[in-house]
Each structure stands twice: as structure tokens, then as C-alpha cells.
């Protein structure tokens, strides 16, 4: 009875001296969770970082002279988020306004600007588009890739541009092509879209 009456007494001290205390990898580990959730370090990157404007002006073999001007557009940019290490990297991509101007014969035929709104409505991009289609979410996240005359001999009386808008970040881009006529009409082609 004593060893019972001993081994009951220390079982009652062992049982409330234990308090629920964490041990200390425990505490550490929970008050850095408390931290990263309290904490907010935020990061900004555009791209490009400053105004950018380039100018390409083009002679070609069948005697139409292209001028082609691209500048970053300062007040609109698609915006791409992502927390690692408690920092949020916030990453804002300029979208591109474009002027296109073609003459022939020191006659100008075509000459329009392109803003992001133009390019939405002109190369379809739309916002009624369901999940899962090519274009999807091009007229919110698409930015130009890339604009360039289209050098094939076989196109004697029209100009043929190649435009590429892509999402960044992402493998998803559409590949259109601007065909401008000699009387200055123009049509836009979607070439490839991934």
C-alpha cells in the first residue's frame, strides 16, 4: 500500500506539474509563422524599368517605306504577384502603345496607332472568353512581345507586319500578322496562338 499510495502521489505531481509549456523548437517555430503572417516586405520591378521608345523606318524591295514606332506605355502595365520568404514580389510589366505608318510612292496609305484597347478589340482578345481557350485572359494580361516587317518577297503589292503579344511569365502567346494593301485597307491575321 505505501508503494501505491508512493507511486499515486507521484503521479499526481507529474501530471500537474506539466503545464502544456511548448518546448523551445516549438516556440521558435511558431513565432516565425506569427511573423511571416504580420510581417509584409514588399518588393516593386517594372519592365522596363523606364520610359522606352524605339523606331524602325523601312525601305523595302517593292517600294513601300514602313515606319514602325513602339514606346512603353507609362500608366498601364499588367501586374504579377508571388510571396517567397515573406516578401511579396510585385512585378508590373508596361504594356506597348505601336504606330504603323506605310507610304508608297512618297504617298502614306496607312497609318494607325495602336494602344492596348485597340489591340483587344482589333486581334479579339476578349473578356468573355472561357477558361481553358488560347485567348484567355489576353485582353487583361497579354503585353507585345514583339513587332517587325515581314520581309517575304512574295507579297509585291501589300506590306505584311508580324505582331506578338504574349502573358508574361507564362508559355501562352498569340502570333498575328497586319496585312496592309496597296489602297491602304488592312486585315489581321492570327497566325499561332500557344
Do not use: W
Amino acid at each position: 500500500m505505501k508503494h501505491f499510495l508512493g507511486l499515486l502521489i507521484v503521479s499526481i505531481i507529474a501530471f500537474t506539474s506539466c503545464d502544456g509549456r511548448k518546448t523551445q523548437g516549438q516556440a521558435l517555430s511558431d513565432s516565425i509563422e506569427k511573423f511571416k503572417k504580420t510581417v509584409n516586405f514588399e518588393t516593386n520591378v517594372y519592365i522596363p524599368k523606364n520610359y522606352m521608345e524605339h523606331e524602325v523606318d523601312t525601305i523595302m524591295s517593292n517600294g513601300y517605306r514602313v515606319k514602325i514606332k513602339t514606346y512603353s506605355d507609362m500608366s498601364n502595365a499588367v501586374l504579377f504577384s508571388k510571396i517567397k520568404d515573406t516578401i511579396n514580389y510585385q512585378t508590373y510589366y508596361r504594356n506597348f502603345k505601336f504606330d504603323v505608318s506605310v507610304t508608297k510612292n512618297d504617298k502614306e496609305i496607312y497609318n494607325e496607332s495602336f494602344d492596348k484597347q485597340k489591340v483587344n478589340k482589333d486581334f479579339k482578345y476578349t473578356d468573355n472568353l472561357v477558361a481553358g481557350s488560347h485567348l484567355y485572359n489576353f485582353d487583361k494580361l497579354a503585353v507585345l512581345k514583339s513587332i517587325q516587317v515581314n520581309d517575304d518577297p512574295t507579297y509585291t503589292n501589300m506590306v505584311l507586319i508580324d505582331i506578338v503579344h504574349a502573358i508574361p511569365e507564362t508559355d501562352k502567346y498569340a502570333f498575328h500578322t497586319l496585312y496592309i494593301k496597296e489602297n491602304g485597307k488592312s486585315n489581321i491575321v492570327q497566325v499561332d496562338v500557344n
